[in-house]
T-cell receptor, first 115, second 115 residues
Framework: DTGVSQDPRHKITKRGQNVTFRCDPI?????LYWYRQTLGQGPEFLTY????????KSRLLSDRFSAERPKGSFSTLEIQRTEQGDSAMYLC?????????????FGPGTRLTVT | GDSVTQMEGPVTLSEEAFLTINCTYT??????LFWYVQYPGEGLQLLLK?????DKGSNKGFEATYRKETTSFHLEKGSVQVSDSAVYFC??????????????FGQGTILTVHP
């Protein structure tokens, strides 16, 4: 078990460019979550997958954001036409729910800076 | 919608002092409650959890009791160490009685422990 990994760890991009982040969950986990965290705040839910199905999306996830989990393993989060307000830490988490218990394990995050 | 409110920080203590970080929540259903910790330079880690009223979660000397009557889940530790310096997040899931996946976080409390 190597934990949840995210790539890249840091990304600096110019406004208007597209960026894509990757998350590799813990191998036996069927749920995968994306969150966004800005400085001094707690993480905010963006979307989650159960296997390859995207089951819920937050209203925070504008149409410039898209997430995929094509084979139920790794996931990608793409932001098109980035804006300065997209600057944040993007966190990925995975879990294998058992009853009411859904312990999520977080990756180290990808820090996005839009200049 | 669901929400979590944590006591404002930062909190500064001397080693071996008693710690309390207050957390209250608003939810329409019966959520599961969590405390996550983020050590400097590291990702979020689950510290403890409770899934029903009156449950007590505990780990590494930290405890929190799920109090439905006061909608609270306060974090306590009898004797803090310098190594406990971190940001602590209270969170809930399943507050609407349907989705036991996505986490709703408080804003976080920075704890600094001095020798």
């Amino acid at each position: 078990d190597t934990g949840v990994s995210q790539d890249p760890r840091h990304k600096i991009t110019k406004r208007g460019q597209n960026v894509t982040f990757r998350c590799d969950p813990i191998s036996e986990h069927n749920r995968l979550y994306w969150y966004r965290q800005t400085l001094g705040q707690g993480p905010e839910f963006l979307t989650y997958f159960q296997n390859e199905a995207q089951l819920e999306k937050s209203r925070l996830l504008s149409d410039r954001f898209s997430a995929e989990r094509p084979k139920g393993s790794f996931s990608t989060l793409e932001i098109q036409r980035t804006e300065q307000g997209d600057s944040a830490m993007y966190l990925c988490a995975s879990s294998q729910p058992r009853g009411r218990s859904d312990e999520q394990y977080f990756g180290p995050g990808t820090r996005l800076t839009v200049t | 919608g669901d929400s979590v409110t944590q006591m404002e920080g930062p909190v500064t203590l001397s080693e071996e002092a008693f710690l309390t970080i207050n957390c209250t929540y608003t939810a329409t259903g019966y959520p599961s409650l969590f405390w996550y910790v983020q050590y400097p330079g590291e990702g979020l880690q689950l510290l403890l959890k409770a899934t029903k009223a009156d449950d007590k979660g505990s780990n590494k000397g930290f405890e929190a009791t799920y109090r439905k009557e006061t909608t609270s889940f306060h974090l306590e530790k009898g004797s803090v160490q310098v190594s406990d310096s971190a940001v602590y997040f209270c969170a809930l899931s399943g507050g609407d009685g349907t989705s036991y996946g996505k986490l709703t976080f408080g804003q976080g409390t920075i704890l600094t422990v001095h020798p």
